[in-house]
């Protein structure tokens, strides 16, 4: 299997991709956050249609597409009474425009199918150095705002009562989730980003009760979806984001069982 380019590809850039998305995906559901990142990987869909129309790799569109919008939407989204208005006024909006872009563009269906669901055959090495530097930059970004975003996340008040910049949190937080969401969609594609920075965070809650532990599983949950789900892929000639969507819901059913039964004993 890792005789061939892509596979090796394939397995270095989800590694980063599971990292990533372990980490900030502790901060996304303590932040009630996972409208969002649906909300962006449509977002992430206009943005990659785009850039295949104007000639641009399908992740700088992405990345522009979605940088420039999650502050936006995010603030567009802070009062929950018009929050889920927001979200399907903007969802319909960015898939419509992505549909005009890939009919404007002369792309097949092929290419459709690759931004949405993700392609693990047309990563390329240039790609794979791009989305590493990006996971790098994202990873080293949390690490510098750690402290305080945790607090912000966790305990607003206290974060609040200690004169953490919360309005600075939440901007960086934000441009840090759109970059994961165009990092993440080369593998899962655009309508399945969610997966990977919502559920493996979701099932660390029921195993690990501090920050840091949460992470770890988090990101370990990433790895054994990703890595598995790529090896199922290649045996079987199936979709790859099938099975990592598959394997993380399992994860999630057996985290929600476990706390079933810790909570009974």
């Avoid at 270095?12 to 996304?28: D, E, K, P, Q, R």
């Avoid at 850039?51 to 597409?65: D, H, R, S, Y």
Wanted: glycine share 8%; charged share 5%; proline share 2%.
């Amino acid at each position: 299997m890792f005789s061939f380019d892509f596979m090796r590809n394939a397995y270095l850039a989800s590694t980063m991709i599971a990292i990533v998305c372990g980490f900030i995906g502790v901060f996304v559901v303590a932040r009630n956050m996972s409208f969002l990142t649906h909300t962006l990987s449509e977002i992430g869909f206009a943005g990659a249609a785009f850039g295949m129309f104007v000639g641009i790799t399908p992740l700088n569109g992405m990345l522009l597409f979605t940088m420039v919008s999650s502050v936006l939407v995010g603030r567009m989204s802070t009062k929950a009474a018009r929050r889920e208005n927001s979200i399907s006024a903007i969802s319909g909006l960015f898939i419509g425009l992505g549909v005009l872009f890939l009919a404007l563009s002369n792309k097949s269906a092929s290419y459709a199918t690759n931004i949405l669901f993700g392609s693990v055959v047309g990563i390329s090495p240039s790609d794979v150095y791009q989305m590493v530097i990006l996971a790098v930059i994202v990873l080293v970004v949390l690490f510098l705002i750690y402290r305080n975003l945790k607090f912000d996340s966790f305990d607003p008040v206290g974060a609040s009562a200690q004169h953490v910049h919360s309005g600075l949190m939440s901007v960086l937080f934000l441009l840090l989730l759109a970059l994961s969401v165009s990092v993440a969609a080369q593998i899962v594609g655009s309508l399945l980003i969610f997966i990977l920075l919502t559920l493996p965070a979701a099932s660390a809650k029921y195993f690990a009760h501090s920050v840091s532990g949460m992470i770890f599983v988090a990101i370990v949950c990433g790895l054994l979806g990703v890595w598995l789900g790529l090896y199922l892929g290649y045996i079987t000639n199936l979709p790859v984001s099938f099975f990592i969507a598959t394997i993380e819901c399992g994860l999630y059913f057996l985290a929600l069982i476990y706390n079933h039964f810790k909570e009974g004993v």
